[in-house]
Protein backbone atom coordinates (compact mmCIF):
# COMPACT_ATOMS: atom_id res chain seq x y z
CA UNK A 1 0.00 0.00 0.00
CA UNK A 2 3.21 2.46 0.69
CA UNK A 3 3.74 1.71 -2.90
CA UNK A 4 0.59 3.15 -4.26
CA UNK A 5 0.32 6.18 -2.17
CA UNK A 6 4.17 6.90 -3.27
CA UNK A 7 3.16 6.37 -6.68
CA UNK A 8 0.07 8.52 -6.01
CA UNK A 9 1.84 11.04 -4.94
CA UNK A 10 4.67 11.11 -7.84
CA UNK A 11 1.72 11.58 -9.83
CA UNK A 12 0.32 14.34 -8.03
CA UNK A 13 3.54 16.47 -8.02
CA UNK A 14 4.76 15.84 -11.36
CA UNK A 15 1.21 16.82 -12.85
CA UNK A 16 1.55 20.21 -11.00
CA UNK A 17 5.22 20.58 -11.62
CA UNK A 18 6.36 19.11 -14.73
CA UNK A 19 3.42 17.64 -16.74
CA UNK A 20 1.12 19.27 -19.38
CA UNK A 21 -2.49 20.00 -18.54
CA UNK A 22 -4.47 17.36 -20.16
CA UNK A 23 -7.81 17.60 -21.98
CA UNK A 24 -10.80 15.80 -20.43
CA UNK A 25 -11.99 14.57 -23.26
CA UNK A 26 -8.78 13.12 -25.05
CA UNK A 27 -7.11 9.89 -24.84
CA UNK A 28 -4.66 9.30 -22.38
CA UNK A 29 -1.68 7.08 -23.58
CA UNK A 30 0.99 6.15 -20.61
CA UNK A 31 4.28 3.09 -21.01
CA UNK A 32 4.54 1.31 -18.56
CA UNK A 33 6.73 -1.72 -17.40
CA UNK A 34 5.69 -4.98 -16.09
CA UNK A 35 8.15 -5.11 -12.45
CA UNK A 36 8.53 -8.17 -10.18
CA UNK A 37 6.48 -6.26 -7.48
CA UNK A 38 3.25 -6.40 -10.13
CA UNK A 39 3.61 -10.12 -10.52
CA UNK A 40 2.15 -13.66 -9.33
CA UNK A 41 5.22 -15.77 -9.08
CA UNK A 42 7.64 -13.79 -10.86
CA UNK A 43 6.63 -14.34 -14.38
CA UNK A 44 3.15 -12.72 -15.33
CA UNK A 45 1.69 -9.18 -14.08
CA UNK A 46 -1.05 -10.42 -11.51
CA UNK A 47 -4.71 -9.64 -11.77
CA UNK A 48 -4.83 -6.40 -9.25
CA UNK A 49 -2.07 -4.59 -11.00
CA UNK A 50 -4.13 -4.41 -13.96
CA UNK A 51 -6.47 -2.51 -11.78
CA UNK A 52 -3.51 -0.69 -10.08
CA UNK A 53 -2.57 0.71 -13.22
CA UNK A 54 -5.90 1.57 -14.33
CA UNK A 55 -6.84 3.54 -11.26
CA UNK A 56 -3.09 5.48 -11.70
CA UNK A 57 -4.23 6.65 -14.79
CA UNK A 58 -7.54 7.96 -13.77
CA UNK A 59 -6.25 9.77 -11.06
CA UNK A 60 -3.86 10.82 -13.70
CA UNK A 61 -6.32 12.92 -15.69
CA UNK A 62 -7.65 14.65 -12.52
CA UNK A 63 -4.61 16.06 -11.45
CA UNK A 64 -3.59 17.32 -14.91
CA UNK A 65 -6.93 18.33 -15.77
CA UNK A 66 -9.38 21.13 -14.70
CA UNK A 67 -11.12 18.40 -12.53
CA UNK A 68 -8.75 18.58 -9.70
CA UNK A 69 -9.91 22.22 -8.96
CA UNK A 70 -13.72 21.65 -9.90
CA UNK A 71 -13.84 18.75 -7.79
CA UNK A 72 -11.29 17.84 -4.57
CA UNK A 73 -10.72 21.23 -4.11
CA UNK A 74 -14.31 22.03 -3.69
CA UNK A 75 -14.49 19.04 -0.90
CA UNK A 76 -15.49 16.36 -3.85
CA UNK A 77 -13.90 12.76 -3.70
CA UNK A 78 -13.83 10.64 -6.74
CA UNK A 79 -16.03 7.34 -6.24
CA UNK A 80 -15.57 4.15 -8.34
CA UNK A 81 -18.87 2.36 -8.87
CA UNK A 82 -17.99 -0.83 -10.55
CA UNK A 83 -15.22 -1.72 -13.05
CA UNK A 84 -14.76 -5.03 -15.05
CA UNK A 85 -12.14 -6.55 -17.29
CA UNK A 86 -11.38 -9.11 -19.97
CA UNK A 87 -8.35 -10.43 -20.17
CA UNK A 88 -6.76 -11.94 -23.73
CA UNK A 89 -3.09 -12.19 -22.78
CA UNK A 90 -0.88 -12.03 -20.59
CA UNK A 91 1.85 -9.71 -19.80
CA UNK A 92 5.24 -10.81 -18.94
CA UNK A 93 7.75 -9.59 -16.17
CA UNK A 94 10.36 -6.78 -17.85
CA UNK A 95 7.83 -6.48 -21.17
CA UNK A 96 6.81 -3.07 -21.80
CA UNK A 97 2.95 -2.63 -22.19
CA UNK A 98 0.79 0.88 -22.81
CA UNK A 99 -2.13 1.89 -20.75
CA UNK A 100 -5.17 4.49 -22.82
CA UNK A 101 -7.72 5.91 -21.09
CA UNK A 102 -10.90 6.65 -23.36
CA UNK A 103 -14.12 8.81 -21.78
CA UNK A 104 -16.45 6.85 -23.52
CA UNK A 105 -19.47 8.72 -22.18
CA UNK A 106 -21.32 9.81 -19.22
CA UNK A 107 -24.95 10.73 -18.00
CA UNK A 108 -25.92 12.80 -15.29
CA UNK A 109 -24.29 10.79 -12.21
CA UNK A 110 -21.61 8.89 -13.61
CA UNK A 111 -18.46 8.90 -16.63
CA UNK A 112 -17.23 6.13 -18.31
CA UNK A 113 -14.35 5.08 -19.24
CA UNK A 114 -12.33 2.64 -21.19
CA UNK A 115 -8.95 1.17 -20.44
CA UNK A 116 -6.77 -0.69 -23.24
CA UNK A 117 -3.59 -2.34 -22.12
CA UNK A 118 -1.56 -3.46 -25.39
CA UNK A 119 1.54 -4.87 -25.99
CA UNK A 120 3.11 -4.77 -30.04
CA UNK A 121 0.01 -3.49 -30.89
CA UNK A 122 -1.85 -6.09 -29.61
CA UNK A 123 -4.81 -5.66 -27.04
CA UNK A 124 -3.94 -8.06 -23.69
CA UNK A 125 -6.88 -6.84 -21.73
CA UNK A 126 -9.49 -3.96 -21.78
CA UNK A 127 -10.66 -2.75 -18.65
CA UNK A 128 -13.73 -0.62 -18.75
CA UNK A 129 -14.77 1.74 -15.35
CA UNK A 130 -18.32 3.67 -13.72
CA UNK A 131 -16.73 6.70 -12.04
CA UNK A 132 -18.14 9.59 -10.38
CA UNK A 133 -17.81 12.09 -7.63
CA UNK A 134 -19.58 12.36 -4.03
CA UNK A 135 -20.00 15.20 -1.37
CA UNK A 136 -22.44 15.44 1.50
CA UNK A 137 -23.09 11.30 0.45
CA UNK A 138 -24.56 11.77 -2.67
CA UNK A 139 -23.30 11.95 -5.94
CA UNK A 140 -22.86 15.04 -7.60
CA UNK A 141 -23.61 16.14 -11.34
CA UNK A 142 -21.37 14.77 -13.82
CA UNK A 143 -22.93 16.74 -16.25
CA UNK A 144 -21.95 20.04 -14.57
CA UNK A 145 -18.80 19.16 -13.68
CA UNK A 146 -17.57 18.45 -16.85
CA UNK A 147 -19.09 21.69 -18.28
CA UNK A 148 -17.29 23.87 -15.58
CA UNK A 149 -13.96 21.93 -16.90
CA UNK A 150 -14.26 23.30 -20.46
CA UNK A 151 -16.10 19.96 -21.84
CA UNK A 152 -18.53 21.80 -24.83
CA UNK A 153 -21.12 18.79 -25.33
CA UNK A 154 -23.99 18.49 -22.70
CA UNK A 155 -23.61 15.05 -22.95
CA UNK A 156 -22.48 11.62 -24.28
CA UNK A 157 -24.82 9.62 -23.15
CA UNK A 158 -23.22 5.75 -22.66
CA UNK A 159 -24.28 3.06 -25.59
CA UNK A 160 -26.35 0.16 -24.60
CA UNK A 161 -23.26 -1.78 -25.08
CA UNK A 162 -21.65 -0.14 -22.07
CA UNK A 163 -24.41 0.12 -20.12
CA UNK A 164 -25.11 -3.28 -19.85
CA UNK A 165 -21.85 -4.22 -18.44
CA UNK A 166 -22.98 -2.65 -15.78
CA UNK A 167 -26.84 -2.97 -15.28
CA UNK A 168 -27.15 -5.81 -12.81
CA UNK A 169 -24.32 -4.63 -10.40
CA UNK A 170 -26.98 -3.42 -7.77
CA UNK A 171 -29.05 -6.18 -7.86
CA UNK A 172 -26.37 -8.81 -7.32
CA UNK A 173 -25.72 -6.25 -4.22
CA UNK A 174 -28.84 -6.97 -3.56
CA UNK A 175 -29.02 -10.55 -3.59
CA UNK A 176 -26.20 -11.14 -1.34
Known sequence: MIYYWLHMLYIFICSKVLWPKVDIESDLKRTRRVNPLDCESFKYMANSKYF?????????VVFRSKLYDNTVKKGMFGVLASQKIIYKKPLKMW????????????????????????????????????AGFWKDKKAQDMNGILANCGVKIASRNPSKYMLSLFENDYDILKNN
Open 95 to 130: SKFSITLVLDSWDDKWVYHKQIFKQNDEVCAIGFTK
Open 52 to 60: YYMDLIRYE
